[in-house]
């Protein structure tokens, strides 16, 4: 043992640079591996941790047109076993809401009369402020979505719009509203005490609207639940129901994409790593195949001399593991707590569970690397030390150099057709075949990773380029109708249609349909689904077409008994274009022909789009106008706004987008930097450490060169342009897969999220730049690698 | 033979340090390398010989003194201006050929022309002729590694006056080869030196050492003695060796 021992640290003594390259690419493949794993996990049990602790709602309903008696409905659900249901929570949808003089775009609001808690359901947790019963008198309680996306805290006032009315309100407290304050969210709900509510609310026309949470003991009983209770129901149920997977999907859709970015990237690293270990070794074997060869004549056996390898890859990796666990904790708390901000309260931070699976994460790091070693340290076996010790080579590879030799016979001479310096330069490519392929998998790694981010980062806060594809309209001003009962729509409509910058006008509504189970549904549906489904439908009254609303395959629906559904309703029902859907609108049946499919992120393209001839009962509120110049588009919307602003909010595309994208770049750039940063250094290190390895072999070559003229600034020169010649095929080749393989990949990723299609935006100009940075960091690696060859002397050519 | 002067040093020295110790390896040495000579150095084992023709040659870097190419101060030449004094006024051969082992004889010989910018087609006609001249033409596309020592050995030759340089440089460029391909190897650069190339031979041996018209002993990193003959003829081979012998053993 003191013999292995020995032999381990002279090793690690011996070859310190090399060591510590290994040491830090260990480190970086457990920080990344680790990394994504902990994300991937923290995200679902945060949520799910927090749903069980406030007896998170399953499915929601929103009762909003009076399509069914609300209490009737709350009363079969309560008395259900094995199903906790919320008491009715009465609201009033707002029209807008203003900070600081500034109003917040983007925001369906709605006012809650405040039940006794608990609610049954969906318990809110106190993130700042007092815990009270009720909220207080003149005060709210408004949730961390549209507190901490606005800077809102406890003590501001903000002010409502709820009809005509202007309601002024402090802030008493910011709670976690878990179904409807998730991320990207644009829904929120404002608690307010019962006195208040009649007070401001009371004298609006309309009656209640009402949301009802509903858990179930065992979730995968709920399609028979809903099958007992559609009976009962003796019809469909016709108004709206939110899913738990809808409800949950923005809390975990950054975190998947940050996840499988990372652990993809993190399993290509561990690659990067074993392969350099194993180059490495092999590297070690041969130059120290005499030794090995004396050793074993000295009796030791190939085992200790495996040994002696598995010793020092171990003590490497603890040193290097154990850091990158403990650091890839702290990242992933960084990631997390940006992205699932919304889930932190002032008291306590987001937790980082799972320290199990980090410990795992770790030892399987150490064994994978110990088995590469000990597979590579087997080369060793077949060292004979006669021939070790005559050849410092096995008898077969010294022969073997002629056979090489041989091969290469036939090529002409690089020589008479490029200059010097470009065959140095190759031939240091050449001669060095494995190395060469792993600074061309690094340089395409990197590469594909840089470009990866930055056309994700860009598609999506660029995404007004694309936005149909991501199912918004294009449209070029959005005006919303927040107090029909104010507005004289014919007079806007006139005078929006007498402006000569407006191309156009179009307008939206919302409605739901029901898809009634297969006992109603008479189709060629597949599916079979018991109980009926119930569809958001964008109701539109003009041009879908000129609203700029876009569909994957297909087009938009232009008659009454047309359709367009989105990805995910398309895959439930089973349902393709010509295909026929039944649908219960406002209680109506009515058949549909399926025209378009399309994608939608805003709601898992779960949602459908229909003409506004089949719904009677709509109220257009959205406007979508396109302008012949969009750099009218401010001025619009202030004239709009001013004269209008009671009853109508007007709104620049992008303003709306910018919400929602901002937001969800901000969280992607820290992960993407971080990674970006990671394979730089990762690219760096071991075109350094390959670069240096294979210089120090081909020492005499160099001075050869050296003794008949060239300096070692050409030499060098040459050795770096070769690299960078590699490197840029493996930019080249990194572009492809960064536009291209990973888009495809997250794609499958997204498709459960209703996104087939993924819209990119190229920043071409961006992409050549980090494609350059990849080469610079490539050539800096072999430049500084090749200072070995600044003291070169020919001297090393005499024979003393 | 004219008696002017191609290499000029001054005051030469040379000094390894190995931690506190300082071995001096060459010695306040003045010496001059005439156009047109054939000078061997010659010395024991570890007497300085080869470091001496390192310096002189712009191969290893002075502790003190100075060393001149025609005039032209070598030894505070930049690298740059080094490396254009190598490729285009010195040839050198090693004791091993030190041909780059994966390139052919015939890249082998052609590189420093390659280097020196010279057209491709002159390059390769040039070293074609050299090949033949050194009797391994046919031997163009194989590798060091598959000819014979001797082969290689005159291929490193060639190599080293590819650029038809001023001086030639050769250190025991018969050492590691048999006494057959030795001569062959001598006789190629005495014919060379009796068309007028310069050439500065480091040698132990009296039958490569008989090849001079100069011979400089070195002994403890100081010149020793110096030896005048007339140009090389293989009538006069014996009495060469016995003057060289008689030279040494006097002195020692």
Sequence with gaps: MAAITSICLGNLRKRKVQNLLIALLILLSTLLMNTSITVIANSEDLYEDLHQETQGSHEILNLTQGLHNPQQIADWWASQEGVTASVLLPYRPLAGVTYKGEEIPNQYLYMMNTPDRPFGTDELVFAQGKETPLPAPGAVWIPTSLAYKNEIAVGDELQFKAGSTQLTLKVSAIVIDLPLGGPFSTTARIWLNDTDYGHYLGGLPGSDSYFMGIRFTDYSQHEAYWERFENYLGVPFMEERLTYEELSSFYFIMNKIIGFVMSFLGIVMILVALFTIGFTISDSILSSYTTIGIFKSLGLSSRKIIVTYILQYSLLSLVAILPGVVFSRLLSRIIIEQSLSFLKTAQTSIPIQNIGTSVSVGAGMLLVILLCVWLYASKTRPIQPMQAIRYGMSEAAYSGINKRGNRNKRRSSDFERWPVSVVIGLRNVTRNVKGSLLMLLLTTVTTAVLVFGLVLVNSISQMQKTAPLWGYDSANVVIRIVNASELDRAALERDIRADSRIVNLNWAGHAIGVVPGNRMQHSTSTTGQAQSISIPLTVVEGSMDEMGLANITGRNPQNPNEISIGINISRQLGKELGDIIELYIEGKRHSFTVTGIYQSIANMSFQARVTADVVTKLNPDDGYMNLSDVQDSDDIVRQLNDQYSSSIQAVKQQTLLDSVFKEASAVLIIPMSILGLLFLMVSWLIIYSTCRIHIRKETKPYGIYKSIGLTSNTIRGAVTWGIVGLSLIGAGLGILCGISLLPHLLRGLLSSYGIVKLPLFMNWTGISLLALLSITVAGLGCWIASRVILKTTPRILVSE | ?252
């Design chain 2, 1 to 252: 033979m004219l008696n002017t002067a191609i290499i000029q040093a001054k005051n030469l020295c040379k000094t390894y340090s190995t931690g506190s110790e300082q071995f001096h390896a060459i010695r306040n040495i003045d010496l001059d390398i005439f156009q047109g000579d054939f000078t061997v150095i010659m010395g024991d084992s570890g007497s300085g010989k080869s470091t001496l023709l390192y310096m002189l040659s712009g191969l290893d870097s002075l502790t003190a003194g100075e060393v001149y190419f025609r005039q032209q101060r070598i030894d505070q030449f930049f690298e740059k201006e080094l490396g254009a004094f190598r490729t285009q006024k010195i040839g050198y051969v090693y004791q091993s050929s030190n041909l780059v082992p994966d390139l052919t004889l015939f890249e082998n010989i052609a590189l420093p022309g390659y280097v020196a910018g010279t057209s491709k087609r002159e390059v390769k006609q040039k070293a074609l002729s050299l090949m033949e001249s050194m009797n391994i033409d046919g031997q163009q596309k194989r590798l060091p590694a598959e000819v014979s020592g001797g082969q290689q050995q005159r291929a490193a030759i060639a190599r080293a006056i590819m650029n038809t340089p001023d001086i030639i440089f050769a250190d025991e460029p018969t050492g590691s080869l048999n006494y057959e391909q030795g001569v062959k190897v001598l006789d190629i650069l005495t014919q060379m030196n009796a068309k007028g190339q310069s050439i500065v031979m480091v040698t132990h041996d009296i039958k490569s050492a008989c090849r001079a018209n100069r011979i400089i002993f070195i002994r403890d990193g100081k010149v020793g003695g110096m030896l005048e003959l007339d140009p090389y003829s293989p009538d006069g081979l014996q009495d060469r060796e016995s003057l060289i012998f008689s030279y040494i053993t006097g002195r020692g």
